[in-house]
């Protein structure tokens, strides 16, 4: 085992003998659902092994499916990797403090796309509600808008 330069040692070394990278992250700065979310990234062309060596670690074990340059490669995987780990993480974090919010977006497009209301449901809607600002006068009605006026100015 070999450690990667700028990188501490026991948070991420370089089997060159197995040709893998080895990452032992602390779970409490990277959700679960963050690292598998980083990691999928890479499934095309590595070998992703994710375990929990003990309680509070992750450890992410990556091999690159075809290799030239091993430790060069290498390298540049476990930079890859925590690059998509730190950017995995905002994203979930992002996701949780908005979760209201989407979740109402979410419920407003499936209500709309659930078709015009039936019958029933017009039948126990209240229509003594006062009507909406429409300051342009886009919701007038055909009748109010095409109306045949008399000479005195009043509608028929």
Same mark, same amino acid.
């Given at each position: 085992?070999?450690?990667?330069?700028?990188?501490?040692?026991?948070?991420?070394?370089?089997?060159?003998?197995?040709?893998?990278?080895?990452?032992?992250?602390?779970?409490?700065?990277?959700?679960?659902?963050?690292?598998?979310?980083?990691?999928?990234?890479?499934?095309?062309?590595?070998?992703?092994? *994710? $375990?929990?060596? +003990?309680?509070?670690?992750?450890?992410?074990?990556?091999?690159?499916?075809? /290799?030239?340059? =091993?430790? !060069?490669?290498?390298?540049?995987?476990?930079?890859?990797?925590?690059?998509?780990?730190?950017?995995?993480?905002?994203?979930?974090?992002?996701?949780?403090?908005?979760?209201?919010?989407?979740?109402?977006?979410?419920?407003?497009?499936?209500?709309?796309?659930?078709?015009?209301?039936? *019958? $029933?449901?017009? +039948?126990?809607?209240?229509?003594?509600?006062?009507?909406?600002?429409?300051? /342009?006068?886009? =919701?007038? !009605?055909?009748?109010?808008?095409?109306?045949?006026?008399?000479?005195?100015?009043?509608?028929?």
């Amino acid at each position: 085992m070999s450690s990667i330069e700028g990188i501490p040692e026991d948070l991420a070394r370089v089997d060159l003998a197995d040709k893998r990278a080895i990452l032992d992250l602390d779970a409490s700065l990277y959700p679960v659902e963050a690292v598998y979310s980083a990691t999928y990234v890479f499934i095309d062309r590595c070998y992703v092994l *994710l $375990d929990r060596p +003990e309680a509070g670690t992750l450890r992410i074990v990556i091999t690159p499916k075809q /290799l030239d340059d =091993a430790e !060069s490669q290498l390298r540049d995987v476990v930079g890859e990797l925590a690059n998509e780990l730190v950017s995995a993480a905002w994203r979930h974090q992002i996701t949780q403090e908005n979760r209201a919010k989407i979740e109402s977006v979410t419920m407003q497009a499936i209500s709309g796309a659930m078709g015009p209301p039936t *019958l $029933d449901d017009l +039948e126990d809607f209240d229509f003594t509600d006062e009507a909406f600002e429409d300051p /342009l006068g886009i =919701a007038m !009605s055909w009748e109010e808008k095409y109306a045949k006026k008399t000479e005195d100015g009043e509608e028929e």
